[in-house]
């Protein structure tokens, strides 16, 4: 069912696990969303970062080969909002992103929904 609040918002996907991506694909698709992506890896989504208008995106915090630090960073200066997953606590997160929202793996739709809701309400 989508969500009024999120409904036909383009929101990017960093994921490196393939079915992990396909489930987050079609529940943002089932929230409405348009989802950008997924890709796996930290220069996907920097090229897709310069060439997609995004609403907000959602970023595995470890992938294969580095972290996502260098993804939030860019979202920050375009003031871009972001929601981490990690399966890791957030005291294993640097400090400049302990105060994002942290969503633990696995996340069910309803949560994921309504984090993106969250985030897209405060950067309103």
């Known amino acids: 069912m989508a969500s009024s609040r999120i409904a036909g918002k383009r929101v990017l996907i960093v994921e490196d696990e393939s079915i ?3 489930m987050l694909e079609c529940e943002l698709n089932d929230g409405g969303c348009e989802v950008v992506g ?3 890896s930290v220069e996907d989504a920097l090229r897709l970062i310069d060439k997609e208008r995004l609403d907000c995106a959602l970023l595995d915090y470890r992938l294969v080969d580095e ?3 260098r ?3 860019v979202l920050t200066e375009r003031n871009i909002p972001f ?3 990690t399966g890791h606590c957030a005291s294993d997160l640097p400090s400049e992103l302990r105060d994002k929202t942290l969503l633990q793996k ?3 739709g309803a949560v994921l929904r309504a984090a993106l809701e969250a ?3 405060s950067a309103a």
Do not use: E, K
Request: proline content about 14%; hydrophobic content about 55%; cysteine-free.
């Open 38 to 40: 997924p890709v796996p």
């Open 20 to 22: 992990i991506a396909m």
């Open 106 to 108: 696995p996340v069910t």
């Open 119 to 121: 985030i897209l309400d």
């Open 71 to 73: 993804i939030a960073s």
């Open 67 to 69: 972290t996502s630090g």
């Open 83 to 85: 929601l981490l997953m």
